[in-house]
């Protein structure tokens, strides 16, 4: 069965640079959700969207923003990036709100 | 804040034996309860679910039981194997219409011992 589809899966950037990760939720999902799960750390829900408009936003730094675009990607975009900024990036897709929320594989972001 | 926890970092056991992982929430109005598994450099796994309807629910061999009177979740795994090993993560939903980003627990690895 398809999966949700991350890239890159892996990012190297310097601090202040900026970061685009992309996500491709499973067909017919549409609904996005993105996470941050730092090392040893429980994923922190950032921000969701649903039917390309915003649906829920969490512990998402204003340095960062994301959108939804008519094919149900969906991009985070984090500039000025900081060294805590390091981290592994979910993208979770779901068929409408509220029901079950399928994980990708995650983008391991490191800020050097 | 509101939060979900788990209280064992790491728990053993022994293949062939059960697991029960427990979480403990703190949010009363949450509706929708996910045990989530996690491998090494993996996104989580959905695993199963239950909403606050519900006591209990059963999977193959995961039973998910709810008691909102503690505020607890727990995780049953029958007859572990060495694919179960990683970390699980309880999340949890409020009922708060629109708030539909999850809220996860701390993880506890479970390791198990051939």
């Known amino acids: 069965a398809a999966g949700v589809i991350q890239s890159p899966r892996h990012l190297i950037k310097e601090k202040r640079e900026t970061a685009t990760l992309k996500c491709y939720p499973i067909?017919?999902?549409?609904?996005v959700y993105w996470y941050q799960q730092g090392p040893g750390q429980d994923p922190q829900f950032l921000i969701s969207?649903?039917?390309?408009?915003?649906?829920d936003k969490g512990s998402i730094p204003d340095r960062f923003s994301a959108q939804q675009f008519s094919d149900y990607h969906s991009e985070l975009n984090m500039s000025s990036l900081e060294l805590g900024d390091s981290a592994l990036y979910f993208c979770a897709s779901s068929q409408s709100r509220g029901n079950e929320q399928y994980f990708g594989p995650g983008t391991r972001l490191t800020v050097t | 804040g509101e939060s979900v926890g788990l209280h064992l970092p790491t728990l053993s056991v022994q293949e062939g034996d059960n697991s029960i992982i427990n979480c403990a929430y703190s949010n009363s109005a949450s509706d929708y309860f996910i045990w989530y598994k996690q491998e090494s450099g993996k996104g989580p796994q959905f695993i199963i679910d239950?909403?606050?309807?519900?006591d209990k629910r059963q999977g193959q061999r995961v039973t998910v039981l709810l008691n909102k009177t503690v505020k607890h979740l727990s995780l049953q795994i029958a007859a572990t194997q060495p694919g179960d090993s990683a970390v699980y993560f309880c999340?949890?939903?409020?009922?708060?219409?629109?708030?539909?980003?999850?809220?996860f627990g701390k993880g506890t690895h479970l390791i198990i011992q051939p």
């Open positions: 067909p017919r999902h549409d609904t």
């Open positions: 239950i909403r606050s309807n519900m």
């Open positions: 999340a949890e939903r409020g009922s708060g219409g629109g708030a539909d980003g999850l809220t």
């Open positions: 969207f649903y039917e390309k408009m915003q649906s």
